[in-house]
T-cell receptor
Framework: DQQVKQNSPSLSVQEGRISILNCDYT??????FLWYKKYPAEGPTFLIS?????DKNEDGRFTVFLNKSAKHLSLHIVPSQPGDSAVYFC??????????????FGKGTHLIIQP | DTGVSQDPRHKITKRGQNVTFRCDPI?????LYWYRQTLGQGPEFLTY????????KSRLLSDRFSAERPKGSFSTLEIQRTEQGDSAMYLC???????????FGSGTQLSVL
């Protein structure tokens, strides 16, 4: 049973436009949500996070929105740049540091930014 | 900050052989994690250390998998009697504790023939 779901395996967006990546979760015990970015042959790199007491967190071009009642979060990238092309993983945890339960990851969405 | 280091980057082995991977976390990080990632999937949590204590190991995939962190610094992950299904990327991560993001290494890609 997948507790974190990313239903779009891939997404193609034109450079300069907005990229919206979606994530759904089923475990109401999750308290902390993160987005990681992964390039081929590298480990995941932390991008942005949000705790369950907030509904929005912004860092430069990246904004994460959390809708707790819908158990849904989304990552917005504005404007999209060619270097944003990568696989994006949504992750969730009961402990913001990863803790004894670790992070639960979705399957990822491959974002392709078209010139 | 040299980042999380993993060795080797790639390992090819024959079915039935034992393999061991090493992870060197960021030096001041007392928490260390192992994850496995198979093709088309996200990383899957395996085990977690706080200093030298292994606080969670029930998620290790079978009793063929074991991990150690003897002095609370580097860690090793061993897979005994490898099977083709063990082929995956094995990722190590570390952090200083609660409210700290995880820093991942580049992983060890295991291929079992």
């Amino acid at each position: 049973d997948q507790q974190v779901k990313q239903n779009s395996p891939s997404l193609s967006v034109q450079e300069g436009r907005i990229s919206i990546l979606n994530c759904d979760y089923t475990n109401s015990m999750f308290d902390y949500f993160l987005w990681y970015k992964k390039y081929p042959a590298e480990g995941p790199t932390f991008l942005i996070s949000i705790s369950s007491i907030k509904d929005k967190n912004e860092d430069g071009r990246f904004t994460v929105f959390l809708n707790k009642s819908a158990k849904h979060l989304s990552l917005h990238i504005v404007p999209s740049q060619p270097g944003d092309s990568a696989v994006y993983f949504c992750a969730a945890s009961r402990d913001s540091g990863g803790g004894a339960d670790g992070l639960t990851f979705g399957k990822g969405t491959h974002l392709i930014i078209q010139p | 900050d040299t980042g999380v280091s993993q060795d080797p980057r790639h390992k090819i082995t024959k079915r039935g052989q034992n393999v061991t991977f090493r992870c060197d976390p960021i030096s001041e990080h007392n928490r260390l994690y192992w994850y496995r990632q198979t093709l088309g999937q996200g990383p899957e949590f395996l085990t977690y250390f706080q200093n030298e204590a292994q606080l969670e190991k029930s998620r290790l995939l079978s009793d063929r998998f074991s991990a150690e962190r003897p002095k609370g610094s580097f860690s090793t992950l061993e897979i005994q009697r490898t099977e083709q299904g063990d082929s995956a990327m094995y990722l190590c991560a570390s952090n200083r504790g609660s409210n700290e993001k995880l820093f991942f290494g580049s992983g060890t890609q295991l291929s079992v023939l």
